[in-house]
């Protein structure tokens, strides 16, 4: 989904002469053989693990489906997610913002976590391979933030930043406003006695940062920064709900009851109430459930390939600066065009 064709091997390892003469398979060949890797995978996984962060049964079948998604084949997807809403295996948390902290990682809603420690020697610096820590923490946190010992968030870099226009779209009373775009001049102002000081980032700081995955003090070890225990949530059952939404939505026998059964889910957790179910139908329930994934899933990293793999990116993002033809793809680094010899994506 970011490069579209890439170099596929299948039958050996890829030796020093491969890597010299790279061709890029068809992405629907790709897709043909993750599709197989993962029914394999399906067949002999456990649907529980012992050890936390194994794959299990579950998350090959949200993994799936996700897949069938991403190539509109939504018939194939809705069977598949079902496999994981069906037994009830899972259920949402009932209070969004627990999700992310630490207390809140491989919980009901966890379908797949990537698992951190803060016991490493070394510290993951630049997202070397030495540190055992989720460095993505550290860039969420605010730059230079202090404030007294009871203060609960540790300091980082200012990345991932969310923008006014996200925190405008969630409607009053959306409880995960709050727990995704964190306003720290608000927060400086209910907490006086914290006594924060904090520095703006130049040229990125849009008065927000991303509350999922924000530092918090007693996460990280004694090795500096950058060894944040918090996992990353790969998949959550929020995210399997609204994909059988969309899925059964699209499929060929459209099941919009379903549909807005899942969707509608998710959002009685968001506003602790059923006076915001979702009742639309056909193409504007559509159109609600990606905006409920924009909303649900902000910050997580769903909202840039949405848009492209439903065909909204260039309407979305046009005065943004995307380029319809040219930035759905990501470009191929130019050091690895002058080793392997592949051609660069259109228009870079």
């Excluded at 037994?87 to 948390?93: E, G, K």
């Excluded at 500096?224 to 225990?229: A, K």
């Excluded at 329930?285 to 924009?294: F, G, K, P, Q, S």
């Excluded at 990293?301 to 949405?306: A, H, L, N």
Aim: proline share 4%; aromatic share 12%; net charge neutral.
């Amino acid at each position: 989904k970011m490069f579209g064709d890439v170099p596929l091997f299948i039958d050996r390892r890829l030796t020093l002469a491969d890597s010299k003469a790279l061709t890029r398979a068809p992405k629907a060949d790709v897709y043909k053989q993750i599709e197989a890797d993962l029914t394999s995978a399906i067949t002999v996984l456990p649907t529980v693990q012992v050890d936390k962060g194994r794959i299990t049964k579950y998350a090959a079948q949200a993994f799936l489906g996700k897949v069938y998604l991403y190539q509109n084949k939504y018939d194939a997807a809705a069977a598949m997610f079902e496999n994981l809403i069906t037994p009830n295996a899972f259920s949402l948390v009932s209070d969004f913002s627990s999700i992310f902290s630490p207390s809140g990682e491989n919980g009901t809603e966890a379908v797949f976590e990537i698992q951190y420690s803060n016991l490493s020697a070394t510290y993951d610096w630049a997202h070397t391979t030495r540190g055992q820590g989720n460095l993505s923490v550290q860039q969420c946190g605010i730059r230079s933030l202090n404030g007294s010992s009871a203060m609960p968030f540790a300091s980082g870099w200012s990345f991932n930043l969310p923008t006014q226009n996200l925190a405008s779209a969630y409607a009053a009373g959306d409880k995960r406003k709050d727990a995704t775009c964190f306003n720290i001049d608000a927060y400086v102002l209910a907490n006086p006695s914290y006594a924060v000081t904090y520095q703006v980032a130049p040229y990125r700081s849009t008065g927000l940062y991303n509350y999922k995955y924000l530092p918090r003090k007693g996460e990280t070890s004694g090795q500096v920064e950058l060894n944040y225990s918090n996992n990353f949530r790969t998949i959550r059952y929020a995210d399997v709900l609204l994909m059988a939404a969309e899925a059964n939505n699209k499929a060929t026998a459209a099941n919009d009851i379903k549909a807005q059964t899942y969707i509608n889910r998710v959002r009685r957790r968001a506003f602790g109430d059923l006076l915001h179910d979702v009742t639309v139908t056909g193409t504007t329930l559509y159109d609600a459930i990606l905006n409920e994934r924009r909303l649900e899933l902000a910050m997580e990293g769903e909202r840039f390939f949405d848009l492209v793999r439903t065909g909204k990116a260039a309407s979305t993002l046009g005065t943004l600066g995307f380029k319809a033809g040219k930035n759905e793809l990501f470009p191929i680094p130019q050091s690895e065009i002058e080793v392997s010899g592949l051609v660069q994506n259109p228009g870079y």
